[in-house]
């Protein structure tokens, strides 16, 4: 059965991109065959210089690579390509606008999801033309891939162009990590379970830590990433929001603002670093020659097409500090890099220990519980615990034991759906509670801004050779604290 049964025309711009080709398209092929895609459904992908056969043809051998193989259909394959229309696009041009809006009329039942996967600047033309041409009707709604502009100032004009032509209601920012399974878990963990909700505070956490590590590169994404560095492409965006889910207030309901106001509270409460703050609350790197997994990899400078001279951060680590009750005196310590050891996105939250402690002294060191909220690869969450080790001669010796849930082996008669099936899904539907908000996106830039202006003063950014964890710096600013990170434990 459909859970929803109004057609939907989708209309992806960029649609040879990678992310249309790589994620996209293959989330939609999965709705279609779970049958979550509304019937009568029709999926148009404009694309400068291509033509239908060429680019379905394309699209197939993606679908193909991108899909596991024990999840492909011959016949649903086939039938979800009937459902894709790919027309030669150019996003500046009037009449092509005219002529998307003749094929969308032929369904005018359905609604309507414009999906920008192209750069932000060519937002408001975009939406511009789009209204103009009479494609848009109540019922259109319109998708925006992240970065949502450089800067607060580029923010303000990104969102109020795409506004003109779109009430905030129909406007779906995107931003896949709140798509993933254990992102969400992190409502139902939080504030459906007493034994977590009664405990998350200052009186009982010490500090929180969120790691999002890649072991790739740029991956030939060198003109994009050189111009936004780690800081805007990762931190404004997908740490912020995690940050957000682990340290807002319990909203009234699951309302999307309702959601949304309370992430928007922490945003405003971030504490700015200063001037005389920046040496122990801000570290930034950028990775030298290295290997990873027995490989050799070349630096950033040595990428393909490479600027020598480049400064741009391929790395960041920062100390926060949410200003309210619930947070006062527990700090957030925040990383993210490139050509790290592992791909890994992890929340990892420290209890405070018993404040009379009767057992070994040389193993107090142990005596602290942690939950590790693992979003990427094998979703998951670990309660680490402290039992007595087994055997007569062991006394009350302690030993660390993890209580874990590994959502692929607890629901293994179920796929984990892809994050950006759950967000289409839910754009069909018009839900809006796992998209972000425009003042989220502003607040988010307004303090990333400051930090930027930091970096823009510092000294180069330090060297950290690929396959590690970051710049040696970074273990100093949270031993400054008494504190390792996960993997020194």
Not at 411 to 425: G, H, I, N, Q
Request: glycine share 6%; charged share 25%; net charge negative.
């Amino acid at each position: 059965m459909n859970l929803a049964e109004q057609a939907c025309n989708i209309v992806f711009f960029g649609a040879m991109g990678d992310l249309t080709q790589r994620k996209l398209l293959p989330a939609l092929y999965q709705l279609d065959s779970a049958n979550l895609l509304p019937e009568d459904s029709q999926i148009f992908g404009l694309a400068r210089d291509t033509s239908h056969e060429k680019a379905i043809t394309k699209t197939e051998e993606n679908l193909r690579k991108f899909i596991p193989e024990a999840e492909q259909s011959t016949s649903q394959l086939a039938s979800f390509l009937d459902k894709i229309k790919f027309i030669s696009f150019d996003f500046g041009d009037k009449n092509g606008y005219i002529e998307l809006c003749g094929q969308l009329d032929q369904n005018p039942d359905s609604i309507r999801l414009f999906y920008y996967s192209t750069p932000a600047s060519i937002y408001g033309q975009i939406s511009e033309n789009l209204d103009a041409s009479g494609c848009l009707t109540p019922d259109s709604r319109v998708v925006l891939e992240k970065p949502i502009g450089h800067s607060f100032e580029s923010s303000l004009e990104v969102n109020s162009a795409v506004a003109k032509h779109f009430d905030e209601s129909q406007i779906y920012r995107i931003d896949h990590y709140l798509g993933k399974e254990t992102v969400q878990n992190l409502i139902a963990l939080r504030f459906a379970n007493n034994l977590f909700g009664s405990q998350w505070n200052q009186n009982f956490i010490s500090h929180i830590e969120i790691t999002v590590a890649e072991k790739v590169g740029i991956e030939g994404r060198w003109g994009y990433f050189d111009k936004y560095g780690q800081l805007r492409d990762m931190l404004q965006n997908h740490l912020l929001q995690l940050l957000c889910l682990v340290a807002m207030d319990p909203p009234s309901d699951l309302s999307a603002d309702a959601i949304r106001n309370e992430k928007v509270k922490v945003l405003k409460t971030l504490k700015t670093i200063t001037d005389e703050m920046v040496d122990t609350h801000l570290v930034h790197g950028q990775y030298s020659a290295g290997a990873i997994g027995g490989q050799a990899v070349p630096g950033y400078l040595e990428e393909d097409g490479a600027n020598t001279e480049s400064s741009t951060e391929t790395f960041v680590a920062i100390k926060a500090e949410v200003q309210n009750w619930r947070w006062a005196g527990v700090p957030f310590y925040i990383r993210t890099g490139k050509r790290m050891p592992e791909k890994l996105t992890q929340i990892t939250v420290h209890f405070r220990q018993q404040p009379h402690y009767i057992f070994d002294p040389e193993q107090r060191a142990l005596a602290e519980n942690t939950l590790s909220i693992k979003v990427q690869p094998d979703e998951g969450i670990s309660l680490q615990i402290l039992s007595k080790d087994q055997g007569l001669n062991s006394g009350m010796k302690l030993q660390k034991a993890p209580l874990h849930l590994s959502f692929s082996d607890a629901f293994s008669m179920e796929r984990v759906p892809d994050a950006y099936e759950r967000l289409l899904l839910e754009a069909i539907k018009g839900n809006q509670n796992l998209f972000v908000r425009s003042d989220e996106i502003e607040h988010a830039w307004k303090w990333c801004d400051q930090i930027i202006s930091h970096l823009e003063k510092m000294e180069t950014p330090l060297a950290y050779p690929a396959g590690s964890w970051g710049p040696e710096k970074s273990y100093d600013m949270i031993a400054a604290d008494k504190r390792q990170w996960h993997e020194q434990n």
